[in-house]
């Protein structure tokens, strides 16, 4: 997994420097000190907002149950140093690469589909990740166009994988008979 954040940001910064941007972190010229201040923190209340509203849907919603499940399987076993460097990984990664590199060329619409295809899972009961992907992309996308950098969409990204990788690796929901898993 390391390996496909470092190709992303790696590619983030081929298109950049392709299209003769040197601060692929930075939207030029247009952040304030107080943008700069605020875009973490904002980063971090939307990234607590999206971490809580995903503990509300999976004690509310078996879909939500469902997909915390199967990413347990398929996941497996992580330990906290893993579940920190794969949320640092692909925070970093990805906003390079749909924020800063592929926001600026394509528009904040475009890269979200883009970002929501990258999170296609493996058969329909992944499509909620899908639409929350595409949902987030967009915000993403709109707190960098405010902001004008990076740091806010990497810090909410960085929040909502590490503390729902972490929710995934700690929480076990056991499946009943009937397929449908309930909180234990």
């Known amino acids: 997994m390391l390996a496909?954040?470092?190709a992303l940001a790696l590619l983030a910064l081929l298109l950049s420097a392709g299209r003769g941007d040197v601060d692929i972190y930075r939207i030029e010229g247009t952040s304030t000190?107080?943008?700069l201040v605020l875009s973490p923190l904002i980063g971090v209340?939307?990234?607590l907002t999206v971490v809580w509203l995903t503990r509300l849907s999976v004690q509310r919603f078996v879909?939500?149950?469902m997909l915390h499940y199967d990413f347990?399987?398929?996941?497996g076993p992580l330990s906290s140093?893993?579940?920190?460097i794969l949320a640092l990984a692909s925070a970093v990664g990805e906003e390079l690469l749909f924020r800063g590199a592929l926001q600026p060329w394509l528009g904040i619409w475009p890269q979200a589909i883009v970002f929501a295809l990258l999170h296609v899972g493996p058969g329909r009961r992944f499509l909620p990740w899908t639409a929350m992907a595409f949902g987030l992309g967009l915000g993403f996308g709109y707190l960098f166009q405010w902001s004008g950098d990076l740091g806010g969409p990497i810090v909410a990204h960085?929040?909502?994988?590490?503390l729902n990788l972490q929710f995934i690796a700690r929480v076990e929901l056991r499946a009943p008979a009937s397929g449908t898993p309930s909180m234990t």
């Open 63 to 65: 879909w939500a149950r």
């Open 45 to 47: 209340v939307i990234g």
């Open 72 to 75: 347990r399987e398929l996941l």
């Open 4 to 6: 496909l954040y470092g």
């Open 33 to 35: 000190l107080l943008q």
């Open 158 to 162: 960085f929040t909502i994988n590490y």
């Open 81 to 84: 140093r893993e579940i920190f």
